[in-house]
């Protein structure tokens, strides 16, 4: 991949790696992994994917279908899959995170297929296809070229086979994070620039990261839809959210599943949106 607005795909992917190899000790002490030491216990997030995508699987189940899980990060979520029966596969590009996640999944006896790749390389590096391509929650904001994306989830998935993902609404992207009220800063049409970033913190606990630049790319939701029919995907379903997981601003409530605007201004801005996607049966 050449020149994003001026940045290197190789220096951005650096660069955002360094940064997440150094969250995966901080997210280790803050993500509440001990929860999953409860036999039956499923991350909240795998709770709320489980219950969307189960209507448009055979069985209403992911049990003994293969999932390949992409942008896993520590694990959290992928074994949470398993343990609903599915056979996974996870990738991410941090082998920290990998190393964490195969730690965890070792620890809870749960079998898991754990590949170190670029998302935007995963048809290469993992093998065999899947009855599910599943991401979720923080993930298609790192990479620059959703064409390419979207060919790997395609590739990836069996004919028949259905991509899932749930993630931060691009209109919550472009609101101000900082401000006193509801007010945009960024623009919603990122026409292919990076945002750049440079921060010490993570989204959650305390903890420091000593490599503070990362490139971001805030893809429009019609950006995001398109790529998926351009795959050769039928878009199934596409729902808007007004919680998310995580605190994306200090004026956001907790809520019963994470985090929210207060209530007078819930319905103003979607907080995330989740397509659900079909590859054509043979
Ligand atoms: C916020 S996490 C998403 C996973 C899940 N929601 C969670 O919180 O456990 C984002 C993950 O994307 C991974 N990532 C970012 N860019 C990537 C890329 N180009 N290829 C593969 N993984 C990538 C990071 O290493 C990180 O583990």
Not at 108 to 123: F, P, S
Not at 153 to 160: I, T
Not at 199 to 225: C, F, M, N
């Amino acid at each position: 991949m050449g020149s994003l607005g001026g940045i290197e795909w190789e220096t951005a992917c650096t660069a955002n790696r360094d940064n997440w190899e150094d969250r995966v000790p901080l997210h280790e002490r803050a993500y509440g992994v001990e929860a999953l030491d409860e036999p039956r216990y499923l991350t909240p997030v795998v709770r709320t994917d489980l219950a969307a995508l189960a209507p448009f699987l055979p069985g209403s189940t992911v049990s003994g279908l293969e999932v390949c899980h992409l942008q896993c990060h520590i694990g959290t979520d992928t074994v949470s899959l398993a343990r609903a029966g599915a056979r996974v596969t996870g990738l991410d590009f941090s082998p920290s995170a990998l190393a964490s996640a195969a730690g965890l999944a070792r620890r809870l006896g749960l079998a898991v297929e754990w590949v170190e790749a670029d998302v935007l390389q995963a048809r290469a590096a993992v093998s065999g296809e899947f009855d599910v391509v599943y991401t979720s929650i923080g993930t298609i904001t790192w990479l620059p070229d959703l064409a390419q994306w979207a060919s790997q989830v395609a590739a990836l998935l069996r004919p028949g086979g259905t991509f899932f993902i749930r993630d931060g609404h691009p209109a919550l992207y472009a609101v101000d994070e900082d401000a006193e009220g509801l007010q945009l800063r960024y623009p919603y049409f990122n026409r292919g620039q990076a945002q750049v970033w440079d921060e010490e913190s993570t989204y959650i606990g305390d903890g420091k990261v000593a490599h503070t630049r990362t490139y971001q790319w805030a893809h429009p939701l019609s950006d995001i839809i398109n790529s998926l029919i351009g795959a050769g995907l039928q878009i199934l379903r596409l729902d808007e959210g007004t919680t998310l997981p995580w605190r994306f601003s200090s004026r956001m409530v907790e809520v019963p599943d994470g985090f929210a605007w207060p209530e007078t201004e819930r319905d103003l801005v979607p907080c995330t949106y989740t397509v659900i996607a079909r590859k054509p049966p043979a």
